[in-house]
């Protein structure tokens, strides 16, 4: 049996963790210290999340979409498939060594995607990149740490706290949507999308097609015009058998 390399380290800006980079054959995983965190067998609650930000860009002709967190590139990839020509897409990863090993160990994982003419690539704090972009995107896409119960900063309760998403609701445009990624349900987090002034639903995903472990995205919409009532946790009728639809493709 082939037995997982060490091949790069990284300190986490701001923070005492430290990123790992492994392999094993083809296969490779980011570790936090001795916890995995993302790796190259599960790709589907990633890619997910990019089907389900991106749901309401059907009729924008010129889409800006924001990814924070470039992890190993999946939800970048999807995001790129699916967006148009003109699209703008901009990623902020806060960890520089993780845009060295997107370029050199994982360019295979990457494939072209950094290559894309649409991409910016901002080695930077995502919150900083929303603070700066009032009403500027349509679509914010969230995997950072691991959800709202993030693991390897303590300065990432800011960014899911009621400033971080006031932040990010700011941020979009009307009728745009902030998607979420977590690990796992948060009921407390549901609560403050809700009132910052989101129409929210949840959506649980596989980790890898209809399998794996079930992960949580947050499908958070800005209305377009004066918010509306408190939707139920569980997205029911019309808009569940559309969020079913989006994420019926996984990995």
């Given at each position: 049996?082939?037995?997982?390399?060490?091949?790069?380290?990284?300190?986490?800006?701001?923070?005492?963790?430290?990123?790992?980079?492994?392999?094993?054959?083809?296969?490779?995983?980011?570790?936090?210290?001795?916890?995995?965190?993302?790796?190259?067998?599960?790709?589907?609650?990633?890619?997910?999340?990019?089907?389900?930000?991106?749901?309401?860009?059907?009729?924008?002709?010129?889409?800006?979409?924001?990814?924070?967190?470039?992890?190993?590139?999946?939800?970048?990839?999807?995001?790129?498939?699916?967006?148009?020509?003109?699209?703008?897409?901009?990623?902020?990863?806060?960890?520089?060594?993780?845009?060295?090993?997107?370029?050199?160990?994982?360019?295979?994982?990457?494939?072209?995607?950094?290559?894309?003419?649409?991409?910016?690539?901002?080695?930077?704090?995502?919150?900083?990149?929303?603070?700066?972009?009032?009403?500027?995107?349509?679509?914010?896409?969230?995997?950072?740490?691991?959800?709202?119960?993030?693991?390897?900063?303590?300065?990432?309760?800011?960014?899911?706290?009621?400033?971080?998403?006031?932040?990010?609701?700011?941020?979009?445009?009307?009728?745009?949507?902030?998607?979420?990624?977590?690990?796992?349900?948060?009921?407390?987090?549901?609560q403050r999308?809700?009132?910052?002034?989101?129409?929210?639903?949840?959506?649980?995903?596989?980790?890898?097609?209809?399998?794996?472990?079930?992960?949580?995205?947050?499908?958070?919409t800005r209305?377009?015009?004066?918010?509306?009532?408190?939707?139920?946790?569980?997205?029911?009728?019309?808009?569940?058998?559309?969020?079913?639809?989006?994420?019926?493709h996984q990995?």
């Amino acid at each position: 049996m082939l037995m997982w390399t060490l091949l790069e380290t990284a300190k986490v800006p701001g923070d005492a963790a430290e990123l790992r980079l492994m392999q094993r054959g083809d296969e490779f995983l980011i570790k936090l210290d001795r916890i995995d965190l993302m790796g190259t067998r599960m790709r589907g609650s990633e890619e997910a999340l990019a089907r389900l930000g991106c749901a309401n860009l059907e009729t924008v002709a010129k889409p800006r979409i924001l990814i924070g967190g470039l992890g190993m590139g999946f939800t970048l990839r999807a995001v790129l498939d699916l967006a148009r020509p003109a699209a703008r897409v901009e990623v902020a990863e806060l960890v520089p060594a993780v845009v060295t090993w997107a370029k050199g160990p994982l360019a295979s994982v990457f494939g072209e995607s950094l290559d894309d003419p649409r991409l910016t690539l901002h080695v930077a704090d995502v919150g900083a990149i929303m603070r700066a972009g009032l009403g500027a995107y349509d679509a914010i896409l969230l995997d950072v740490d691991n959800g709202p119960e993030g693991l390897t900063r303590q300065a990432n309760d800011s960014l899911y706290g009621y400033a971080g998403l006031r932040d990010a609701f700011a941020a979009v445009r009307p009728g745009g949507i902030v998607a979420v990624w977590s690990a796992g349900p948060d009921r407390a987090f549901t609560q403050r999308l809700r009132q910052t002034g989101f129409e929210v639903d949840e959506v649980t995903v596989r980790g890898h097609r209809n399998r794996g472990p079930r992960h949580l995205i947050w499908v958070a919409t800005r209305p377009s015009g004066r918010p509306k009532a408190i939707k139920p946790a569980v997205p029911t009728g019309a808009r569940a058998k559309a969020l079913t639809k989006a994420t019926s493709h996984q990995g």
